[in-house]
């Protein structure tokens, strides 16, 4: 279990989050929109 914040509270999450550097496997979310963006939308793109 790992504790994040999220607008200055705590919450407890289950399982473990992903380390920093690691590789994640292919997810699909669905946006407000009901469109579907997948992390591989953004490989090969930097965000920071």
Excluded: C
């Amino acid at each position: 279990m790992s504790t994040i914040t999220l607008k200055g509270n705590p919450v407890n999450t289950t399982g473990s989050l992903p380390e920093v550097g690691s590789q994640l496997k292919d997810f699909t979310l669905v946006k407000d929109d009901l469109s579907e963006k997948s992390l591989s939308d953004y490989k090969g793109k930097n965000w920071y």
